[in-house]
């Protein structure tokens, strides 16, 4: 209940602040309402044959994501929202048209 | 002793001392590189821990944080491959780039001040180098004790290593075939006087040559010098036989001289017959110890004799000519002059004889005789152009002894041929395209 609590203030507070995601995150993992990020990445470097540039840990519309913004091996630079809960990628937004492999 | 080859031999050590060598010196040099590659990066790392040591502030609540964080991206991005991590009594501090991963630090001790270097695992599956201090913090800050640790990632410095060995395999390799090759170039250089040894051996035997020499490698002169010893052995033996067949027929002469007194005394006594027989053989064993005493006298004057060979030529030919006056034949004559050899001149002048006369009588225009000179030995030849001889006669004629039963020419050519080796030199009938060379070699008389 605590920690939901922060999590509420800092939303509110400022949404936009980066510096204590990776704090909100860990708590996350420990309550294990989320997948640890780590056993998230490799899985999505593959698939979109990229590198990750940078991360955020959200709470949008009741649940919690991850986005992550990638650069490809073909140099295009790609933002994945990834539900946190499930590893389940939920939107893929990138300039231009995305076509997947599968 | 096993045979096969030393060259193979001596290749297939080289070869694997090489390989050895290399295989340790290149891993050597990956080790010292992997332990360069480590302790550069303990040295970022600890200028990284002075940073985050600094950065160190209070809150008004009493709360420890990050006041100035290390500009280094890496410790923000996520999993960017640099983090650090900061615990007190009750507070943790992590980096960004550790995300939602905490290190979990050994329970060991520290003294305060000291640094301690370990491998931890990191985010996801990555091992860390992480370098980790203990420290007091001031009184501003609380005098609370406070462990700091920074990592990297150690797969980072593994890589550079793998890429250090990848770069280094190339030179290796280039290193392995030049030295390979420098091992084949010495065994051949190393090994090539043995092989003249051969050549030198081989003249021996042609009759080229009599003394296999002593400018050879210290190594294998010993062999040299022994064969030497050997061959000249082999000529005291020699000679040491022919003087006791010397002194055989010697003390042959006088009992073969009474057994002739005694067969005339039978005779007397009326046994013709007996006498004839014991006579007839006493008379050929005396031909054979006379053969045997000439020879000798012959080699023991020729060893001190010097004579003009072209002065010889000349004079047999001479001869040869005078008596055959209705004969046309034109003489070719080529000797050099000062050509010497090691014999007496009525002993070269009856070899020379029998050829030259023979080879006159066999041509038909022309009669060539021309020397030349070949280590330590006078070569003649004796052309003419006549019918020649097949090869097959040759053979019957030069054998020993095989003159009892042939012609004129076949007993000329073997009293040359004795006369010869008895002078220390040989003769040899070679058959032409017309006609036939004979081939007579002498040794040059020495001083």
Known sequence: ?102 | MNTGSLRLRLFIASALSVSIALILAFWGLGQLFASHVERRAIDELSVQLDQILVGIERDAAGQIIMGAVPADARFTTPFGGLYWQIETEGQQLRSRSLWDFALDLPPDHLKDGAVHVHYLPGPGSDLLLVMERSVQLPSRLGGIPMRAAVGMDAANLEESTEQFRDDLLPYTLVLALFFVGAGVAQVFLGLRPLASVGRRIERIRAGDASRVGEDFPSEIRPLASEVDALLAQRESDIEQARHRAGDLAHGLKTPLQALLGEAGRIREAGLADSAEAIESTADTMRRHVDRELNRARIASRAAASKTDLAEAVSRVAMVVQKANPTNTLSWKLDVPQGLAVAADMETLLEILGAITENAARHATQTVQIYAREKSQHAILSVLDDGPGIEPAKIEALMRRGGREDESGTGLGLAIARELTETLGGAVQLIPRNRGLMVQITLPLATN
């Not at chain 1, 400022?14 to 294990?32: C, F, I, K, N, T």
């Not at chain 1, 990750?52 to 994945?80: C, D, K, N, P, Q």
């Not at chain 1, 946190?84 to 893929?92: D, K, P, S």
């Open chain 1, 1 to 102: 209940m605590k920690h939901v609590l922060i999590i509420l203030i800092c939303a509110l507070v400022s949404p936009a602040l980066a510096s204590g995601d990776h704090d909100d995150a860990r708590d996350a993992v420990r309550q294990q309402q989320v997948i640890p990020l780590a056993d998230i990445i490799p899985g999505i470097l593959l698939e979109f044959d990229a590198r990750l540039l940078e991360a955020e840990f959200e709470r949008e519309h009741g649940i919690y994501v991850y986005e992550l913004e990638l650069i490809t091996g073909s140099g295009r630079m790609i933002e994945v929202m990834v539900d946190a809960a499930t590893g389940e990628i939920l939107e893929v937004e990138q300039e231009g048209r995305y076509e997947r492999d599968d």
